[in-house]
């Protein structure tokens, strides 16, 4: 009988399989860079602990305040998962530890998750007397020198469709008359209803509206920083504003600073207080402020309330306050072309009824 070769079930096969099954060596190296990132979590997370319960009263630990807790808690996050998926239940649970606190503070504390007061029915002009139903705007922005972009950053403030614009940090050349950013937005202002376009600055601090401007003083913060004491004139009263502007340096001890503009609110009785604060609405003098003040976000806003850095922000430094004459009805937060988001209110006169007479400064 002829030999027709080896049958088919005597073949063996000499493709190479690929195994899926990882291999020793790479399950070591993961575990020993899971080790050390939960080796650099671990202080990072003590920090923040450690930053929340002496907070920002004293210099030497006020950096650990200002740690960013959704930082900590996402990290501490992605290493618990991490961990669970290398099959390290001790490790997972040792870092989950930490998360908890943080991610507590982020989503409970920091943030409030209501459904905005966004009524139809009320009207926000400026050129309609103040009445029940309609509302004053007012936005902030850091614009940051518009160094990402003037252009841009003018269509941003435009479409906010506010009668009064506060800018931190103005583009350059302010001392340049006609300023040509100046001159640009004061245009677009003009083109998109304003009836007239008011404006006054400092090198910090720029101010616009589409009423007359009655006082525009700039004062010192001891330590670095500006603050403006503006009045703008209204159909039914003067609107008393405080602009703030305070130094971003890392390491700055911020609590003086903020006792200065706490002592500022008590001698002006703004209406509005607006600006780059450079310190969370969590620090301790802006969780005990004069009577009758609150935060706009506090009282009207909604959604992820940090405002630095864009395009992913972590710490809530810009503010806006609010005094007893007034009662906020929406806070909204709107990212555009630079690294702090725009802030913007809707508020109404508080009834004379309340104690308190529209346009009338308090003693």
């Known amino acids: ?5 080896p049958s088919a079930q005597s073949v063996v096969s000499t493709t190479p399989t690929v195994s899926t099954v990882p291999s020793v060596r790479s399950i070591k190296r993961s575990r020993t860079i899971g080790r050390f990132l939960s080796i650099l979590y671990i202080p990072l997370a003590v920090g923040w602990i450690v930053g929340q319960i002496v907070r920002d009263r004293y210099a030497i630990w006020e950096i650990l305040f200002h740690i960013p807790a959704p930082v900590v808690g996402v990290t501490g996050g992605i290493l618990v998962v991490a961990s669970l998926t290398l099959r390290l239940p001790h490790r997972a649970l040792a870092v989950a530890v930490f998360v ?3 991610m507590i503070v982020t989503v409970c504390r920091d943030n409030h998750w209501r459904i905005p007061n966004r009524d139809s029915t009320l009207a926000v002009d400026s050129r309609l007397e103040s009445t029940e139903k309609s509302a004053f705007r007012v936005a902030h922005w850091n614009v940051a020198y518009g160094a990402y972009g003037w252009d841009s950053a003018m269509a941003t403030l435009v479409a906010q469709d506010a009668r009064i614009l506060v800018l931190s940090e103005p583009p350059s050349d302010i001392t340049v008359q006609p300023n040509p950013w100046f001159g640009a937005l004061q245009r677009q202002l003009a083109k998109s209803g304003w009836r007239s376009v008011y404006r006054n600055s400092t090198a910090t601090l720029a101010l616009f509206s589409d009423s007359p401007i009655l006082e525009f ?3 010192e913060i001891p330590g670095g920083g500006e603050a403006v004491v503006a ?10 504003l405080l602009l703030i502007d305070l130094p971003s340096r890392i390491g700055r001890h911020r609590d003086p600073s903020l006792a200065h503009v706490e002592s500022l609110i008590a001698k002006h009785h703004p209406d509005l207080v607006i600006g780059d604060f450079n310190a969370v609405r969590q620090a301790t003098r802006l969780q005990h402020l004069p009577e009758g003040y609150r935060h706009a976000y506090d009282e ?7 405002t630095w850095p864009v395009p992913i922000p972590v710490l809530a430094i810009d503010q806006i306050l609010v005094g007893p004459r007034l009662e906020a ?3 909204l ?10 802030q913007r209110i ?18």
């Not at 009988?1 to 070769?5: E, F, V």
């Not at 009207?300 to 940090?306: K, V």
């Not at 809707?346 to 003693?363: E, L």
Request: glycine residues 14%; hydrophobic residues 30%; aromatic residues 8%.
């Open 1 to 5: 009988m002829r030999d027709n070769g």
């Open 100 to 102: 908890v606190w943080p």
């Open 217 to 219: 003083r700039p004062l």
């Open 231 to 240: 009045s703008i004139e209204r159909d039914d009263g003067a609107l008393n």
């Open 300 to 306: 009207a806003g909604s959604g992820w309330s940090y």
């Open 329 to 331: 009805r929406d806070y």
């Open 333 to 342: 937060l709107v990212s555009g072309t630079s690294d702090h988001r725009l």
């Open 346 to 363: 809707d508020f109404v006169r508080k009834d004379p009824g309340t104690g308190i007479s529209a346009g009338v400064t308090p003693p």
